[in-house]
Each structure stands twice: as C-alpha cells, then as structure tokens.
C-alpha cells in the first residue's frame, strides 16, 4: 500500500489533470454540472454492481471515475467562484467529527472546558459523548445532524428525494428507528406483513363494476398500487429488522433469475427449438436442471 504523502501526491496529480483537460479538450470544456449528472449516475450505478460482485479490481477502476466526478464538480464549483475542492473536503471532515463526539469531541480527550466544534456553528455536543455501541452512535446520529448549522430540518428530511424506491425505503424506516420509532420486538412485524398482504390481496380481488369506465379503472389501479406499496414497504420493514439489506438480497436474486434463464434460452437453442413454442413444464424441467447445475458447481 501506498503512503499517505504518495496518496496526497496522487490526489493532486488528478486535480492537476482535470485542470490541463478544462483547459484543452473540447469536450472537457463544455461540461456543466446539468451534463455531467446522468454520467455521475451512470458511474455510481457501475461502481455499485463492482461491489455486488465482489470485483476488487473493477471497484478501484469504478472508484476513480466515481472521485474524478467528485472533482470535476469541485473545479465548476471553483470557477464560479462558490467552492473548491478544499471547502468540499473540509466541510466533510468537520461534518465527521461533528458528528463523532464520542471520539472527537475536547470533553474526551481532557480538555478543561468542551468547546464548540466549527461545524456546529456553537453548538456543544457534550450529551452524545457516551456513546460506546455502534447502536449508541447511530441514535445519536439523527440528533446530531438536527443541531447542524446546515443540517436536516427534520428526522426524514435527509433522504434524498431520488433514491432507488427499495434503498429509500430502508432508510425511512432506518431514520425512524434512530428515534426511536420502532417496533419494540422484531417479530411483531409479521403481523403487519401479513395484514398488509391481506389488504393487497382484497383488493386485487375486488371486481370492477359491470360496464366500469376509465375512471373506474384507474381508481381501482390506484387503490392496488398503494396496497402493493404498503405491502412492500412492510417486507423491506422485516428485512431491516431482520438485519437483511433488501437491495442487497433482491440484486442478487435478479442475478440468479438470469443465469438460470440464461441456462434455459440457451439449452433451447441448442436443442434447436424457440422458447415460444415450449411448453411451460418443458421449460421449468430446464429451469430445474440449471438449479441443480448451481448447486454441484458451489
């Protein structure tokens, strides 16, 4: 591994780089923060599917493109004269040790008096100085970013607006539980599962009028859509409770789905024939076969 002046050297070898290519390429040139945002998604969404797949490799080569975007936006930032990437990199680690009293905080390292940290803006963070549990410091967590100076207004403000449905789910649920709003046992929540799954299923059931119109439709769609969603929202509910990352757990669940599918549509080539004329049991018997396949090659 590298050293940390090798590491500070290599970091400024990148910003000196993206200044030579805002300068020179004209493609570099031209970028705005409004262009580059679906490529930042893009990266983002490459560098999660390098760590879902365990690639050590793929996920330093994702990091890199993941960090020059960081830094291509510092530098227009710089250019309009509102930030650079110094104010971004210290406004993080005040943000670190703002919240991190239980490490940072003067009270725990002998000062005489706690004073205030910069992030904080005069506030005194002496009341979440005892955290010793990583639960401990996760509670504390939601309290201290309600006492920043730039912080979230409210306990749920903090989630952003464009998260993946599934991901925003469990951090819903998570924010809330850090305040203690929370099932006090864990298997209380089948019975919300189950209640919910009862509901969907109702109103799935639920037949439409005789000659139903548009509007009859529609209404009947939105009433099962919120049902199907409170019914999800009560599964990634168990998951979190559960300790299981629903996101996590369905990636790969897709994965599985289209190796085995993958195994089917291509035993059907090579048998000659198209999956639209095969039976449905001629295909799950594939189906079974590819199962089986996964479980002598583990």
């Known amino acids: 591994m590298h050293t940390r002046e090798e590491q500070m050297k290599a970091f400024g070898r990148l910003l000196d780089v993206l200044d030579q290519l805002r300068q020179k390429c004209p493609w570099d040139k031209k970028q705005t923060n409004e262009s580059l945002r679906p490529n930042t998604i893009e990266e983002t969404y490459e560098l999660c599917d ?4 365990g690639d050590s490799h793929d996920t330093m080569k994702e990091l890199g493109d993941v960090l020059m975007h960081v830094c291509f936006y510092a530098k227009i930032g ?27 905080h003067p009270s725990q390292v002998g000062a005489p008096e ?14 979440f100085a005892s955290a010793t549990t990583s639960e401990e410091v996760l509670q504390n967590w939601e309290q201290i ?12 403000s903090g989630v952003p607006r464009a998260l993946p449905s599934v991901i925003k789910a469990y951090r819903i ?11 006090e046992k864990k298997e209380d929540v089948w019975d919300k599962v189950r209640e919910e799954l009862g509901e969907l299923q109702a109103e799935l059931d ?18 099962q ?18 300790k299981l990352n629903p996101d996590n757990a369905l990636e790969k669940t897709n994965a599985k789905f289209i190796r085995r599918f993958g195994y089917v549509e291509e035993q059907t080539i090579k048998k000659g024939r198209r999956m639209q004329d095969m039976t449905l049991g001629e295909m799950e018997a ?13």
């Open 206 to 223: 639920k037949p439409l009028p005789a000659e139903p119109t548009d509007d009859d439709k529609a209404m009947l769609r939105q009433l």
């Open 173 to 183: 649920q998570d924010k809330a539980r850090n305040v203690g709003f929370d099932w």
């Open 78 to 104: 710089a250019e309009k004269g509102l930030f650079d990437i110094a104010d971004v990199i210290n406004t993080q680690a005040d943000k670190l040790i703002f919240r991190h009293p239980h490490i940072y």
């Open 114 to 127: 706690p004073k205030p940290l910069p992030y904080g803006e005069n506030e005194d963070n002496r009341e």
């Open 225 to 242: 859509e919120g049902e199907l969603g409170d019914f999800l929202f009560s599964v990634i509910n168990a998951a979190r409770l559960y």
């Open 50 to 53: 390098a760590l879902a797949r």
């Open 286 to 298: 594939l189906w079974q076969e590819a199962k089986a396949k996964e479980s002598t090659e583990k």
């Open 145 to 156: 970013k309600l006492k920043e100076k730039d912080g979230n207004k409210s306990v749920l």
